[in-house]
């Protein structure tokens, strides 16, 4: 059994800062692939943020790039998504996800275990 459990969402201003976590337990890998995605209700599931499971590579959403900042922690089986610089639009329910990923980082389908979310609201 595995689970990814985030915190840190909240209520923000506009041009403010939120540290997002997710901590993963169980039967964990710390070979995983993880990342962070992101939902609207009505919209699809949008791609944020990932760290590879072995090179520590980082990908970012073009949406993202420039303001957000993923990191890990394997000793603490531990993601982070620093989020500086926020926009209304980066409004959503933020989602930790983990896996074996070889290819397609940015895809959902390509991760195995996936968090409850953590609410990221941006006001004006």
């Known amino acids: 059994q595995v689970q990814l459990v985030e915190s840190g969402g909240g209520l923000v201003q506009a041009g403010g800062s939120l540290r997002l976590s997710c901590t993963a337990s169980?039967?964990?890998?710390?070979?995983?692939?993880m990342g962070w995605f992101r939902q609207v209700p009505g919209k699809e599931r949008e791609f944020v943020a990932t760290?590879?499971?072995?090179?520590?590579?980082?990908y970012y959403a073009d949406s993202v790039k420039g303001r957000f900042t993923i990191s890990r922690d394997n000793a603490k089986n531990t993601v982070y998504l620093q989020m500086n610089s926020l926009k209304l639009e980066d409004t959503a329910a933020y989602v930790c996800?983990?896996?074996?990923?070889?290819?397609?980082?940015?895809?959902?389908?390509?991760?195995?275990?996936w968090g409850q979310g953590t609410q990221v609201t941006v006001s004006s």
């Open positions: 760290i590879r499971r072995s090179s520590g590579r980082t």
């Open positions: 169980g039967r964990t890998s710390s070979s995983w692939t």
């Open positions: 996800a983990a896996g074996a990923v070889s290819r397609s980082y940015d895809q959902g389908n390509e991760y195995n275990y």
